[in-house]
């Protein structure tokens, strides 16, 4: 499998008033084409940081020290290099946790994608816009997309809003999608439908898809590895199956002591 | 392990959203408009009793009163002047500086505060400190400063209410954008390659919007006011040009005789202002779509 995302050594530290906060050591990981990568750890590991880091919307005290985040073989982030803006939007797209919030509420959906589409599409016209909308709402199995285009954000459900979400960062047919918390803010049943659209968009399309979540469950039901984060660093990553039933990390068998059961 | 992707997808409609009806915004705009008509159509009209002296009909009260006539039908002052002309003649200043008076206070003000707001640094710290120095100066110091120097007329008028409006307007302006600007869709722009200018613009200022209007209706009141303190001190408008604010200033020595003389313009601007605010607070509703009527 061709490596499409390739993070090796990354290290990013923080300036803080009383020093420098480390907030990821040594990171090494992979997605490829269609490959459903998870990356999982309590709140504050680095996950989120991880995934900004690829493309860049890191806080302005926050600074590469080491390490290389490339994709499909371009160098976007290094110590003092930032291309990110060159593949924000284009190459990657990314879905936040609350669609309530991650999309502009004076805006219909139509105005989302279109703007999205325009700014990276050179010398779209009016009728592709409309065509190229609908065509990403259906693929987000979308049944109604011309009520949907014509909606704003608080008028629709929170699964179909995160479904538009989805659809805006997949509209310019990036390679690699960022999913960050991405099903936190939704219920149970949503969330299981939205995974499900990820992994038949990661099987139609051929993105690899970089899922963020500190869902243990939801990411052994949808990804094909699995990184597990702490503390700034990755501790264990592998195959779904390797990582969750022969974890050989402590960190990880705490992680996975800690999912309720109900037997 | 299962995976999920055999399980169905389907969503159930929501239901459609509807058409909203006449919003009260419309409903405030009506008398608003019927006042401006008024005071901008009629003098052209030449219906209106004429603007000269009648020292045979002075300090007349209204047409409705005992003792007055419907040839004044709001009366007439100490000169024997008909009291509807300057009336109608006034409301037309007195709406125009409060028009122009908020949109110079607001248009730099709003500017800068989103600017600061957004891009805060080095920005953020000279637009603040310029805020503050200007918050620091009383108005009424600038006010005779500027007009000491360069005299009273109109621009000299919007000059004042520019300088003293815009500071307040760029103080809640920039709290309002710092807030915005932490806002998750905002980091989901600049995901999507979005510009910083097109984020700042085309969608940070039109969230601001409702901000905006609000500051914006106090300022047409804020700033109609200033004009009549302005005035009343004889700093503001000067003869022959009138506003509501001068004649009332010019009526209140004679309350207790002819009440009539400053009680319409007070009337006209406590009314004016209102409305304008009611009609921002209607605006809002209007515009923001999550408060529309549904």
């Known amino acids: 499998m061709t490596?499409?995302?390739?993070?090796?050594?990354?290290?990013?530290?923080?300036?803080?008033?009383?020093?420098?906060?480390?907030?990821?050591d040594g990171v090494d990981?992979?997605?490829?084409?269609?490959?459903?990568?998870?990356?999982?750890?309590?709140?504050?590991?680095?996950?989120?940081?991880?995934?900004?880091?690829?493309?860049?919307?890191?806080?302005?005290?926050?600074?590469?020290?080491?390490?290389?985040?490339?994709?499909?073989?371009?160098?976007?982030?290094a110590p003092g290099v930032d291309r990110t803006d060159r593949i924000r939007g284009t190459a990657v797209g990314m879905v936040f946790q609350d669609a309530s919030r991650s999309l502009n509420p004076l805006m219909k959906v139509r105005t989302h994608l279109g703007e999205v589409l325009r700014r990276h599409v050179h010398g779209i016209g009016k009728a592709d816009v409309e065509r190229r909308s609908v065509e990403v709402l259906e693929q987000m199995r979308i049944s109604d997309p011309a009520r949907v285009l014509d909606s704003y954000p608080h008028q629709l459900s929170g699964g179909l809003r995160q479904r538009v979400a989805i659809g805006l960062a997949v509209v310019t047919r990036p390679a690699l999608v960022i999913a960050d918390e991405c099903t936190t803010a939704l219920d149970v049943t949503t969330q299981t439908k939205v995974v499900a659209l990820f992994r038949t968009l990661v099987d139609e399309l051929g993105i690899g898809l970089l899922f963020v979540t500190h869902d243990l469950m939801l990411a052994s039901d949808l990804c094909d590895r699995i990184a597990v984060m702490s503390r700034g660093q990755v501790v264990e990553q592998g195959g779904v199956e390797d990582v969750l039933d022969r974890p050989r990390q402590d960190y990880t068998r705490r992680l996975l002591a800690a999912i309720p059961s109900w037997t | 392990m299962t995976r999920v992707s055999q399980l169905e997808l389907d969503l159930k409609p929501a239901e459609a959203p509807r058409r909203s009806k006449r919003t009260s915004a419309f409903w405030l705009a009506v008398p608003i408009a019927v006042v401006a008509v008024a005071v901008f159509v009629l003098p052209l009209t030449g219906l209106l009793p004429a603007a000269g002296q009648d020292l045979n009909a002075t300090r007349q009260p209204p047409g409705f009163l005992s003792g007055g006539s419907w040839s004044h039908p709001l009366g007439t002052d100490k000169l024997g002047q008909d009291l509807l002309t300057q009336f109608i003649e006034a409301g037309r200043l007195t709406i125009m500086i409060g028009l122009v008076g908020a949109v110079v206070a607001i248009g730099p003000g709003t500017?800068?505060?989103l600017l600061a707001g957004y891009f805060r640094g080095w920005v953020d710290r000279v637009i603040s400190v310029l805020i503050d120095a200007q918050l620091a100066l009383p108005f009424i110091l600038v006010a005779l400063a500027i007009i000491a120097n360069r005299g009273s007329s109109l621009p000299v008028l919007f000059l004042v209410l520019a300088l003293t409006g815009w500071a307040v307007c760029a103080r809640v302006t920039r709290s309002a954008t710092l807030a915005i600007r932490e806002r998750q869709f905002v980091l989901g722009l600049r995901a999507a390659g979005a510009s910083e200018l097109r984020i700042v613009f085309r969608h940070i200022l039109p969230n601001l919007g409702?901000?905006?209007?609000?500051?914006?209706?106090?300022?047409?009141?804020?700033?109609?006011?200033?004009?009549?303190?302005?005035?009343?001190?004889?700093?503001g408008v000067v003869p022959p040009m009138n506003s509501w604010g001068s004649l009332l200033a010019a009526g209140q020595d004679e309350l207790s005789t002819a009440w009539w003389i400053a009680f319409f313009p007070g009337f006209a601007v406590t009314v004016l202002v209102l409305l304008v605010n009611l009609l921002g607070d209607a605006m809002l509703t209007h515009y923001d779509p999550r408060k529309r009527r549904r």
């Open chain 1, 3 to 24: 490596s499409l995302l390739h993070v090796s050594g990354l290290s990013i530290s923080a300036r803080l008033a009383d020093g420098h906060l480390r907030l990821l």
């Open chain 1, 29 to 77: 990981l992979d997605v490829g084409r269609g490959q459903i990568v998870g990356v999982v750890g309590e709140s504050g590991s680095g996950k989120t940081t991880l995934a900004r880091s690829v493309v860049g919307l890191l806080e302005r005290n926050v600074t590469v020290e080491a390490g290389t985040v490339e994709l499909a073989g371009d160098v976007v982030v």
């Open chain 2, 111 to 113: 500017l800068l505060g």
């Open chain 2, 210 to 235: 409702g901000t905006i209007v609000a500051l914006g209706t106090l300022q047409v009141g804020t700033a109609i006011l200033i004009e009549s303190a302005l005035s009343f001190l004889g700093l």
